[in-house]
């Protein structure tokens, strides 16, 4: 099956400055990688996703990367905000999309 | 409904005791899905519903586990028999369709105690 794997773990930056969360895959026919955001007690909640006809996607401060060959994804927040901390989790899918395999999580705790 | 509600927001079994946790996906939404998340972790996948029909179930991760969505909206994970290994958030999931982003209900947290 697939194995997604997420680095960091944890991450913290200054308010203001830029946060990179970093994903790699292991099944090369994975083609569509969401990124969720969840905060303390609450639900995941999708901000941006990526397939794999693209290499790159924006929006507003939030961007995501994908390169298919060294199957590896990242997620890029500029700008970073207080309300940006919470737990990041990567996932790949395949193209049937009946299944996600999520990444360990990334907690990103921007510092005011 | 406005989004995916989970009930009971959090469970308190003791070990050998069943529970019966319950999704509302949202209305109209065809594919319904079963995620673990432990402690610190990504969520796993239980199990995946089109509609009534369970067409995956190969994340569950004994017999002791078991779901349905008899009507094809609500659906109910039952787990027998609990062990404290048990404990974890349990998030249910919909789609619209396949292909579609997943959205997440809040959980349901069970402590085996």
């Known amino acids: 099956g697939e194995n997604v794997e997420q680095h960091p773990s944890t991450l913290s930056v200054q308010e203001g400055d830029s946060a990179v969360i970093k994903c790699t895959y292991s099944?090369?026919?994975?083609?569509?990688f969401p990124w969720y955001k969840q905060e303390l007690g609450k639900r995941p909640q999708l901000i941006i996703d990526i397939r794999s006809n693209v290499g790159e996607k924006k929006d507003q401060r939030i961007a995501v990367t994908l390169n298919k060959t060294a199957k590896h994804f990242s997620l890029h927040i500029t700008e970073t905000q207080p309300e940006d901390s919470a737990v990041y989790f990567c996932a790949a899918s395949k193209q049937n999309f009946n299944k996600f395999y999520f990444g360990s999580g990334t907690k990103l705790n921007v510092k005011p | 409904g406005a989004g995916v509600s989970q009930s009971p927001r959090y469970k308190v079994a003791k070990r050998g005791q069943d529970v019966a946790l319950r999704c509302d996906p949202i209305?109209?939404?065809?594919?319904l899905f079963w995620y673990q998340q432990a402690l610190g972790q990504g969520p796993e996948f239980l199990t995946y519903f089109q509609n009534e029909a369970q067409l995956d179930k190969s994340g569950l991760p004994s017999d002791r586990f078991f779901a349905e969505r008899p009507e094809g909206s609500v659906s109910t994970l039952k787990i027998q028999r609990t062990q404290q290994e048990d404990s974890a958030v349990y998030l249910c999931?919909?789609?619209?369709?396949?292909?579609?982003?997943?959205?997440f209900g809040n959980g349901t947290r069970l402590t085996v105690t």
């Open positions: 999931a919909s789609s619209r369709e396949l292909g579609s982003p997943l959205h």
């Open positions: 099944d090369s026919a994975s083609n569509y």
């Open positions: 209305s109209g939404h065809v594919s």
